[in-house]
């Protein structure tokens, strides 16, 4: 099945690629390697806020790094001039979350991206993978993930 079939089954269309917020570029191809900048948790009712272990759920978070993981698939389908099935794989997350000094479920948080790639690319979407803590993260958005992607 494709990634665009598998995508479909479950109910998820790739929106345009959002637009750098300030003074870089979404992402750069190196040869066979795109390494796709951060993208923040942005979803149908715009800017999910928010900050784990005080004012957000770890399941609410989870669900704000599943919207990162679907626009870092958007800059990779950009970056593959709009062609996702040129993805071979995806071969590492960043992920940073917006949480107390106290906290400690980062990982748990990033699962919603990880956990969605695998679903929605099976083997393909396996990748290795970081979870870190930020005391806070641009327009208070609660993740921001970066990537780096394998094409042809």
């Not at 690629?17 to 066979?32: E, I, L, M, T």
């Not at 990162?68 to 071979?88: F, N």
């Not at 396996?126 to 870190?132: D, F, L, P």
């Amino acid at each position: 099945m494709s990634f665009t079939d598998r995508l479909a089954a479950m109910g998820v269309t790739l929106p345009d690629a959002p637009a750098p917020a300030a003074n870089y570029v979404p992402f750069v191809r190196v040869g066979h390697t795109v390494y796709v900048s951060g993208q923040i948790s942005n979803g149908p009712d715009g800017m999910i806020v928010g900050k784990l272990g005080d004012n957000m759920s770890v399941e609410e978070g989870a669900a704000a790094a599943r919207a990162c993981a679907i626009s870092l698939l958007a800059q990779v389908k950009a970056a593959c001039d709009g062609d996702i099935e040129r993805m071979v794989r995806v071969v590492k997350l960043t992920g940073f979350v917006n949480s107390t000094p106290d906290f400690g479920d980062q990982p748990k948080v990033i699962n919603g991206a990880s956990d969605f790639l695998v679903n929605a690319l099976g083997d393909a979407g396996k990748h290795s993978r970081s979870a870190v803590s930020a005391a806070s993260l641009p327009f208070g958005v609660a993740v921001e993930i970066e990537g780096i992607f394998e094409v042809k």
